[in-house]
């Protein structure tokens, strides 16, 4: 295709779109005026139908559930790919060492840096659980945890280096994770049918508003994404990170780089 | 809250037009980190707290990790060397 046809196309498919989008953005209502009737929908019938306090819970996770399960296996089928696309004969072993470049000067972790992140590493993950936990009380849940949670591992990498973060992550665990995850979610849609409900359909006790253990089935499934997002999102640092060391063993012993 | 709005969409896009016109991948991908905060502050001044979360985890913690990381990767390369 030569420039001038694509420039052509590209006049083309504005003197089309456009007017189309500009009618769009004009039909709009004005930033900041109202709820939209969905919300207000929602927001009126919730607490009294699924007991849930968290408005955006209870849209993920049970009324439009079925989107969720869906997502879910586009985040498995996107890091299985990675996964499939980076790991060669590296990902294997884990004693490995981070790659060093030849010529650039390795500068140790400062005691502050280590420091902090034992300090600050159980508390992200303190923080990821809870808000896994309280996903149908307040804001958050499974995949907003579950990233928190993946974050906090990284700061074993920061603050005990490279082979002390491949001592405590460990793949087939992340692999397990991952993929018990999903399937907790697809299990929590298949489960309500051999008791003769819909797919899906929320048949646990639906527990109190405003309590912790509210929602019934959506804390399951809440639970299946966190595991499946921590386990997928670690599993991806894992993978990136292991981009960084050499397929072979290096010749010469040398202290991990920090 | 007549004032916090307007400042956060200025803020907005001064970081968002930083990362277009930062040209150092290392510089930009803080650049990206900083985005993501002022759009959870955004969003959190928005009343959307959940979206604001996952902003913050995502945007301004995974993601620029992963870059940072694909980048060192590329830096152990020597110069000239096939992979």
Same mark, same amino acid.
């Given at each position: 295709?030569?420039?001038? $046809?694509?420039?052509?196309?590209?006049?083309? &498919? *504005?003197?089309?779109?456009?007017? /189309?989008?500009? &009618?769009?953005?004009?039909?709009?209502?004005?930033?900041?005026?109202?709820?939209?009737?969905?919300?207000?929908?929602?927001?009126?019938?919730t607490?009294?139908a699924?007991?849930?306090?968290?408005?955006?819970?209870? $849209?993920?996770? +049970?009324?439009?559930?079925l989107?969720?399960l869906?997502?879910?296996f586009?985040?498995?089928?996107?890091?299985?790919?990675?996964?499939?696309?980076?790991?060669?004969?590296?990902?294997?072993?884990?004693?490995?060492?981070?790659?060093?470049?030849?010529?650039?000067?390795?500068?140790p972790?400062?005691?502050?840096?280590?420091?902090? /992140?034992?300090?600050?590493?159980?508390?992200? /993950?303190?923080?990821?659980?809870?808000?896994v936990?309280h996903?149908?009380?307040?804001?958050?849940?499974?995949?907003?945890?579950?990233?928190?949670?993946?974050?906090?591992?990284?700061?074993?990498?920061?603050?005990?280096?490279?082979? *002390?973060?491949? +001592?405590?992550?460990?793949?087939h665990?992340?692999?397990?994770?991952? *993929?018990g995850?999903?399937?907790?979610?697809a299990?929590? *849609?298949?489960?309500?049918?051999?008791?003769?409900?819909?797919?899906? #359909?929320? $048949?646990?006790?639906?527990?109190?508003?405003?309590?912790?253990?509210?929602?019934?089935?959506?804390?399951?499934?809440?639970?299946?994404?966190?595991?499946?997002?921590?386990g997928? @999102?670690? #599993?991806? @640092?894992?993978?990136?990170?292991?981009?960084?060391?050499?397929?072979e063993?290096?010749?010469e012993?040398?202290?991990?780089?920090? | 809250?007549?004032?916090?709005?307007?400042?956060?969409?200025?803020?907005t896009?001064?970081?968002?037009?930083a990362?277009?016109?930062?040209?150092?991948?290392?510089?930009?991908?803080?650049?990206?980190?900083?985005?993501?905060?002022?759009?959870?502050?955004?969003?959190?001044?928005?009343?959307?707290?959940?979206?604001a979360?996952?902003?913050?985890?995502?945007?301004?913690?995974?993601?620029?990790?992963?870059?940072?990381?694909?980048?060192?990767?590329?830096?152990?390369?020597?110069?000239?060397?096939?992979?």
């Open positions: 295709m030569s420039p001038r $046809i694509r420039v052509a196309l590209l006049a083309l &498919s *504005g003197l089309i779109l456009l007017p /189309c989008a500009a &009618s769009v953005i004009a039909g709009l209502p004005a930033f900041g005026s109202k709820i939209a009737l969905y919300g207000e929908r929602i927001n009126a019938i607490p009294e699924r007991h849930v306090a968290n408005m955006v819970s209870a $849209i993920n996770f +049970d009324l439009r559930g989107d969720t869906g997502e879910e586009m985040l498995l089928a996107a890091i299985t790919g990675t996964v499939v696309l980076l790991r060669g004969h590296r990902g294997e072993g884990i004693t490995g060492r981070a790659m060093r470049r030849p010529g650039r000067a390795v500068i972790r400062s005691e502050a840096t280590v420091l902090a /992140c034992r300090i600050a590493g159980p508390l992200t /993950c303190l923080f990821g659980l809870y808000v936990l996903a149908t009380v307040t804001p958050g849940g499974g995949f907003q945890g579950g990233v928190i949670l993946a974050s906090g591992t990284l700061l074993i990498y920061l603050g005990e280096g490279y082979s *002390g973060w491949r +001592d405590a992550i460990h793949s665990w992340l692999d397990a994770l991952e *993929g995850g999903a399937l907790l979610f299990l929590c *849609g298949l489960v309500p049918m051999l008791t003769g409900a819909a797919f899906m #359909q929320n $048949i646990l006790p639906l527990g109190t508003l405003r309590d912790l253990f509210s929602g019934g089935l959506m804390l399951v499934e809440n639970l299946g994404v966190a595991m499946a997002v921590t997928g @999102f670690t #599993q991806l @640092f894992l993978e990136f990170m292991e981009e960084t060391r050499e397929a063993e290096p010749d012993p040398g202290e991990e780089s920090a | 809250m007549s004032v916090i709005l307007p400042l956060l969409f200025l803020l896009a001064i970081s968002g037009s990362v277009v016109l930062v040209r150092d991948p290392i510089r930009q991908v803080f650049a990206i980190a900083i985005n993501g905060l002022v759009l959870t502050i955004l969003f959190d001044a928005l009343q959307a707290p959940d979206v979360l996952s902003e913050l985890a995502v945007g301004s913690a995974a993601v620029p990790l992963l870059f940072l990381v694909a980048l060192m990767a590329v830096r152990t390369q020597p110069p000239g060397a096939e992979p």
